[in-house]
């Protein structure tokens, strides 16, 4: 068995984790191979629903507000530092 280091956990952090693996009668390792695990599917999960979700602007509104940007851009002073 070869063993591993975490830098940067603080103890309260550390003593939640030990008590999370008694808790549900397991070793660390399997503990945290888990978390590994649902951490990624969970991550996964979350981009495919913000990507599959309905527009939420239509195309119309989504063209006036890249117009007024456009438009706002080019007005004097908001990208010339000279200007502040």
Known sequence: M????IKGVDEETW????TLAVKNNMKMSILLKIMVNE?????KDF???ILSRKKSLTD?????????????RKERGFRDESGF
Not at 39 to 43: A, G, L, M, Q, T
């Open 2 to 5: 070869e063993t591993k280091c």
């Open 15 to 18: 003593k939640e984790f030990k």
């Open 39 to 43: 951490f990624e599917k969970n991550s």
């Open 47 to 49: 981009w495919k629903e």
């Open 60 to 72: 119309e509104e989504a063209g006036d507000i890249e117009n007024i940007t456009k438009r706002i």
